[in-house]
């Protein structure tokens, strides 16, 4: 199941980056499972990864390796997550991307690895090994496409998305790819998440924009609360682009990137939670009137993350008591509930912090039918907004929960 | 479904304390629904309340009352939670409670108002007046198994254990009742739970002994991380037995009390977990060798609450890297996975971090097919452990949770 998704088409090339997809056999099914995605020369990369205590063996070393080299290559594989995985698991990804090194002539520590998969089984080294010739001799500017196919785990659908800016007149090309649709609350990154402009920017600014585009997107995100051992997201600028060199966040340039690598981000997380494990909602949570960034968040993830209140969603059971409930569970002091007021799309369900006046079932039972569900909290007493995107909690959860390693 | 849960039998009765329950109706299918518990004069009372903001009428109103007199009656109805209802609420609730001081000659104050079951619908009060009179009329020292039958909503199976200790050679009763069995995460108190004792204690050694047993036993549940907004807990001392007064915590007497009613409390809070909307395993879990109680109850709950850990016991998968993702989540500082081994029962699954040498998928399966499972996960950094029970996240979590209101 997915909400409102459709299958990506014309990704734009971003000059600079070239890919490939391959399958190594990883998964017992014929696919695509492992991928390459070179980097130019000169290029400029943030990145962002798990908070996970138990981070996986290629986080580790793509962390390490951004501390010694310019990165040159991200090695990726589906199917295997190579965590939980300990000395071995880290001897294993060292193992692939000094292959990839060896065979495409850079440095070990040039090669980023990602993987994504089940926990706690060793990486086939061998198969990928195998492999590593043909995604090099396969490496082409037009492969987005099947790069985005070859990540998927659970997810049903790639998720991927370009787009074009002009500033001062030069054309700007970002494309970015995704994977992911359960283990997806992601903590500073997301599951897997790959994004290139060809713009001309320096270090510190694309971080100032990784930063930003996060916080508005992937970090806004919920499937079913948990963090991936391996969430990762990478941000690359290649450069190649004819407008001078953005290194002003002052700049009307920096602001126009921004915002468009940020839309991008937040389309991109939204295709993870329109494909969460077994949605039949899209729903978007908005809090409004907080006192603070903080409390609105942690309401929104309250109601967000309530088996209850996802399992009236997956109903269409307008059961609002559990909405407050979830409200209420976020402990927030002070927190005046005659002053709240609740909507799902234009239904006004609470007011004053009770069953509005004008509210009726039959009005709660025809908007909660909604594929798309925009619920709004207004705590009225504060200025701060933030919204949140997540799923429903359905049958189909559990059941691809529960077969997930058959 | 249910964990290991038997019908109750031989509760003992509490000296001073009446019961009686009866159907006024709030159910459309006949059942008891309405309950009234009377407190013998002179006795001592200690009470514990949900922290949720938006608490239901009925909290609010005993948390009152319970400063301004000293309660002789609890009335509790099932089917209607008479929450959500704002100032409609409080007066439903205050009308109650009216009625039957006026029928039974008590002041307003006297009683305790208690209520559970559906959010947000205004609460039946002729209904519940026109029942008053029978519950007067039937009050026996002998009902508290109806009693634990009227209390119940989703639960499959009244939840009433009785105990007793000799101290100094005098024989002390205890029964206790309780209901739940989801929106399950009692903070400082559980769902509704009524615990009473014909023991001689003061209002200060009661309070210490409540605070103590709930720390212990209700307050380390959870079912899907949701805190009810009626959760209520009640611990009646009758003060009727001839055991000398308890007013000092050093004293042999006190210990063994408070040792006694915690029994009661942990057997009375497992039960809820037994009987967890869905259930089929009921799952202690265990973290030993932390820091800190925050950071093993952290762990704990992460693991407990993971939706993803919860359908892997729910399909006996041994899927134990979601284990240690949840474990990860919990994002304690310095924590170092690879002093951490992790336990089912008897197999080891993880040692220093990883898949233990001596683990096999076939072990793992072994263990994770037991209705009863026991997790446990060692830190190896300090001296503090805690225990907290949970269960599966089952199909029929989702069907009984998205057929609620029909």
Same mark, same amino acid.
């Given at each position: 199941?997915?909400?409102?998704?459709?299958?990506?088409?014309?990704?734009?090339?971003?000059?600079?980056?070239?890919?490939?997809?391959?399958?190594?056999?990883?998964?017992?099914?014929?696919?695509?499972?492992?991928?390459?995605?070179?980097?130019?020369?000169?290029?400029?990369?943030?990145?962002?990864?798990?908070?996970?205590?138990?981070?996986?063996?290629?986080?580790?070393?793509?962390?390490?390796?951004?501390?010694?080299?310019?990165?040159?290559?991200?090695?990726?594989?589906?199917?295997?997550?190579?965590?939980?995985?300990?000395?071995?698991?880290?001897?294993?990804?060292?193992?692939?991307?000094?292959?990839?090194?060896?065979?495409?002539?850079?440095?070990?520590?040039?090669?980023?690895?990602?993987?994504?998969?089940?926990?706690?089984?060793?990486?086939?080294?061998?198969?990928?090994?195998?492999?590593?010739?043909?995604?090099?001799?396969?490496?082409?500017?037009?492969?987005?496409?099947?790069?985005?196919?070859?990540?998927?785990?659970?997810?049903?659908?790639?998720?991927?998305?370009?787009?074009?800016?002009?500033?001062?007149?030069?054309?700007?090309?970002?494309?970015?790819?995704?994977?992911?649709?359960?283990?997806?609350?992601?903590?500073?990154?997301?599951?897997?998440?790959? @994004? /290139?402009?060809?713009? #001309?920017?320096?270090?510190?600014? &694309? $971080?100032?924009? +990784?930063? %930003?585009?996060?916080?508005?997107?992937?970090?806004?995100?919920?499937?079913?609360?948990?963090?991936?051992?391996?969430?990762?997201?990478?941000?690359?600028?290649?450069?190649?682009?004819?407008?001078?060199?953005?290194?002003?966040?002052?700049?009307?340039?920096?602001?126009?990137?921004?915002?468009?690598?940020?839309?991008?981000?937040?389309?991109?997380?939204?295709?993870?939670?329109?494909?969460?494990?077994?949605?039949?909602?899209?729903?978007?949570?908005?809090?409004?009137?907080?006192?603070?960034?903080?409390?609105?968040?942690?309401?929104?993830?309250?109601?967000?993350?309530?088996?209850?209140?996802?399992?009236?969603?997956?109903?269409?059971?307008?059961?609002?008591?559990?909405? @407050? /409930?979830?409200?209420? #569970?976020?402990?927030?002091?002070? &927190? $005046?509930?005659? +002053?709240? %007021?609740?909507?799902?799309?234009?239904?006004?369900?609470?007011?004053?912090?009770?069953?509005?006046?004008?509210?009726?079932?039959?009005?709660?039972?025809?908007?909660?039918?909604?594929?798309?569900?925009?619920?709004?909290?207004?705590?009225?007493?504060?200025?701060?907004?933030?919204?949140?995107?997540?799923?429903?909690?359905?049958?189909?959860?559990?059941?691809?929960?529960?077969?997930?390693?058959?």
């Amino acid at each position: 199941m997915s909400v409102g998704l459709e299958q990506p088409k014309s990704l734009i090339k971003v000059e600079g980056i070239r890919l490939s997809a391959c399958s190594a056999g990883i998964y017992n099914k014929k696919r695509d499972d492992l991928a390459l995605i070179e980097i130019a020369k000169d290029s400029v990369i943030a990145a962002a990864f798990t908070k996970n205590n138990f981070c996986a063996a290629p986080v580790e070393i793509s962390k390490s390796n951004l501390q010694k080299a310019n990165p040159q290559y991200c090695l990726i594989n589906a199917g295997n997550a190579n965590a939980g995985t300990g000395r071995v698991g880290v001897l294993n990804s060292k193992a692939i991307c000094k292959e990839l090194a060896k065979k495409i002539n850079c440095i070990e520590e040039e090669v980023l690895p990602f993987s994504t998969g089940v926990i706690g089984e060793d990486l086939p080294v061998k198969k990928i090994n195998q492999a590593i010739p043909t995604l090099i001799k396969n490496l082409s500017e037009n492969s987005w496409l099947d790069v985005s196919k070859a990540i998927m785990t659970t997810d049903t659908m790639p998720k991927a998305i370009s787009s074009q800016i002009k500033i001062d007149d030069s054309m700007i090309n970002i494309t970015g790819i995704t994977k992911g649709s359960g283990m997806i609350k992601p903590n500073m990154a997301t599951m897997l998440s790959f @994004i /290139a402009t060809d713009a #001309n920017v320096t270090k510190e600014i &694309l $971080d100032k924009i +990784k930063q %930003n585009s996060l916080f508005k997107s992937f970090n806004r995100i919920t499937v079913d609360g948990d963090t991936s051992t391996n969430d990762s997201f990478i941000l690359i600028a290649t450069c190649k682009s004819k407008l001078p060199l953005i290194d002003n966040e002052d700049s009307k340039a920096f602001t126009i990137l921004e915002n468009e690598i940020t839309e991008v981000c937040k389309k991109l997380a939204q295709t993870i939670v329109r494909d969460g494990e077994g949605a039949t909602k899209f729903i978007s949570i908005q809090v409004d009137g907080g006192n603070k960034i903080s409390e609105c968040l942690s309401i929104a993830y309250k109601v967000a993350e309530s088996p209850l209140v996802k399992t009236a969603f997956t109903a269409s059971d307008p059961n609002w008591g559990r909405i @407050i /409930a979830a409200i209420g #569970n976020a402990e927030i002091s002070d &927190l $005046d509930t005659s +002053k709240i %007021n609740i909507y799902i799309n234009d239904v006004c369900i609470v007011g004053n912090g009770e069953r509005s006046d004008t509210y009726t079932e039959e009005k709660g039972k025809k908007v909660m039918i909604c594929d798309e569900i925009v619920l709004k909290i207004e705590l009225n007493r504060g200025n701060y907004s933030e919204q949140i995107w997540t799923t429903d909690l359905s049958h189909e959860y559990i059941k691809i929960n529960a077969e997930y390693r058959n």
